[in-house]
């Protein structure tokens, strides 16, 4: 387990399975993004009966850094690594090798989480996705935590978020922006 503040160590040694290629900017931003989900999921243990991480565009767990050989870990695996746990984890992804290597990669490392895999564009999928969700209500409060990084904006619908909003779900998106 990290210490608590601290990120865990993200290089990781290529396992093999197959892993996309990501811009020199991913190291810095998956350090972001376990850094926020560590404070959503710590500070909202006591206030929710449940806390649910959703990753819309998932990927594999690992990441390569574009014009490098370091592999690092990415947001499904860092998610599974805060300090307080998430109750429920929701991983979609449109790419069928992602989904495959992130699940023998979830089930390497943190078999005994409470992991869902929704194969397929998530745009297609919010049905799923809300589905695999546990269920709100009076005496079972559920908030989720979404984090969405498409590797296009064109890769996301605002009516996905509009449909899944429809639930407690507080977002955190990373839009790709173009650089001429």
Known sequence: MSQP????DISVNDDGRYTP???SWGEEKYRLLWYYADLFATSMKSKWGQRVYIDLFAGSGFARLRGTMRVVLSSPLLALSVN???DCYIFCDSNADCIKALSERVEARKSDASVKYVPGDANNSVDQILSAMPRYSQNHKVLAFCFVDPFQLSSLRFETIKALSTRFIDYLAWIP????
Request: net charge neutral; proline share 21%.
């Open 177 to 180: 922006m173009l650089v001429f």
């Open 5 to 8: 503040g601290k990120p865990p």
């Open 21 to 23: 290629e990501v811009g």
């Open 84 to 86: 307080n746990p998430f």
